[in-house]
T-cell receptor, first 113, second 112 residues
Framework: SQTIHQWPATLVQPVGSPLSLECTVE??????LYWYRQAAGRGLQLLFY??????ISSEVPQNLSASRPQDRQFILSSKKLLLSDSGFYLC????????????FGEGSWLTVV | SQQGEEDPQALSIQEGENATMNCSYK?????LQWYRQNSGRGLVHLIL?????REKHSGRLRVTLDTSKKSSSLLITASRAADTASYFC????????????FGQGTRLTINP
């Protein structure tokens, strides 16, 4: 069966520090991969999605970047965090067909102080 | 702005009652999906309805889709305290497939 792992689960970082959140998927190949952000009590905002290695689409201009160095690995990064980067970050994957149901990881809580 | 918007933003009912949540969207879709999120956790897929379908059932869940009104509803029958969560609709756009756009969600509280 397929599983998705996302880490770290919680992170407290000072303003101006770098960020790296990592996500891996097991049990499937060539998945679509996604990074979403959720502000407290709000909906999900799609940040990045990828349909293949090295293929990254950015949905909103921001202080973050994403990379997909391997088929089932998706990394969210920042060189210098801002206070506004705080939030709940969710990695997700989909097969790309069958209605493209998305399967989420457990999320990473980021607090920028 | 968000493609999908849920209504109401918050709903509180007694256990055993039915809960209805609505979702409206703006542009043509391939499908619409409903997800559930327990506080501080990842989202869990509940049900998918395609643009050529009008109604779908899964256990105590009933989803309808009206493409002419660009709206969907999620009905949870015989609610339980464990149904307390946030519920989100998500749309896969015709233009922009391979990604889902989520609404702001409805916070559902079931009172025992």
């Amino acid at each position: 069966s397929q599983t998705i792992h996302q880490w770290p689960a919680t992170l407290v970082q000072p303003v101006g520090s770098p960020l790296s959140l990592e996500c891996t998927v097991e049990g499937t190949s060539n998945p679509n991969l996604y990074w979403y952000r959720q502000a407290a009590g709000r909906g999900l905002q799609l940040l990045f999605y990828s349909v293949g290695i090295g293929q990254i689409s950015s949905e909103v201009p921001q202080n973050l970047s994403a990379s997909r160095p391997q088929d089932r690995q998706f990394i969210l990064s920042s060189k210098k965090l801002l206070l506004s980067d705080s939030g709940f970050y969710l990695c997700a994957w989909a097969t790309g067909y069958d209605g493209n149901t998305i399967y989420f990881g457990e999320g990473s809580w980021l607090t920028v102080v | 702005s968000q493609q999908g918007e849920e209504d109401p933003q918050a709903l509180s009912i007694q256990e055993g009652e039915n809960a209805t949540m609505n979702c409206s969207y703006k542009t043509s879709i391939n499908n619409l999906q409903w997800y559930r999120q327990n506080s501080g956790r990842g989202l869990v897929h509940l049900i998918l309805i395609r643009s050529n379908e009008r109604e779908k059932h899964s256990g105590r869940l009933r989803v309808t889709l009206d493409t002419s009104k660009k709206s969907s509803s999620l009905l949870i029958t015989a609610s339980r305290a464990a149904d307390t969560a946030s519920y989100f609709c998500a749309t896969e756009l015709v233009q922009g497939a391979q990604k889902l756009v989520f609404g702001q969600g409805t916070r559902l509280t079931i009172n025992p």
